[in-house]
């Protein structure tokens, strides 16, 4: 490496005007920001969602409900999932969050429920956060068994 093959890194020099350097230049005076206003001045930010003036958006549209901040989401998982898991994949003997994650059943921080759609032939024990009534009859009938996560 010598002086004369030094250059910027790619992509950092991409400026073709240096603003506010005197009148030669082009662009000198209020430097491509107009006269006076808010942005014609340093320190400058428009707030997310700001129009203008006018009434924002969410500020005109009606709000109505209830929220629960304590509310628990689980993502559910029927049994011909289940079913049609364990032919494919030959898993038998049992089956817990780290085997469906692992079959991109469900994520790390999800709360799992096992929901009674289609059915289950193979005896097998799930251990999940929630199940459904019809689910857990199901699953028992074939031979399986229930393990509700505390």
Do not use: C, W
């Not at 079959?103 to 921080?109: I, R, T, V, Y």
């Amino acid at each position: 490496m010598k002086l004369s093959n030094l250059k910027p890194a790619k992509g950092s020099v991409n400026n073709k005007y240096r603003k506010g350097r005197g009148e030669g230049s082009g662009n000198a005076g209020t430097s491509g920001r107009g006269h006076k206003g808010a942005k014609s001045r340093s320190g400058y930010s428009r707030k997310v969602g700001f129009e203008g003036g006018q009434m924002p958006l969410q500020r005109r549209v009606p709000k109505f409900g209830f929220t629960n901040m304590n509310r628990k989401e689980y993502r559910g998982i029927n049994l011909d999932t289940i079913q049609q898991l364990i032919a494919e994949k030959n898993i038998s003997g049992e089956i817990n969050k780290q085997v469906l994650m692992d079959n991109g059943l469900a994520q790390k921080n999800d709360l799992i429920k096992i929901l009674g759609r289609g059915e289950i032939s193979s005896a097998v024990t799930i251990h999940v956060d929630k199940f459904t009534k019809s689910a857990q009859d199901a699953i028992e009938k074939a031979g399986g068994k229930v393990i509700v996560n505390d």
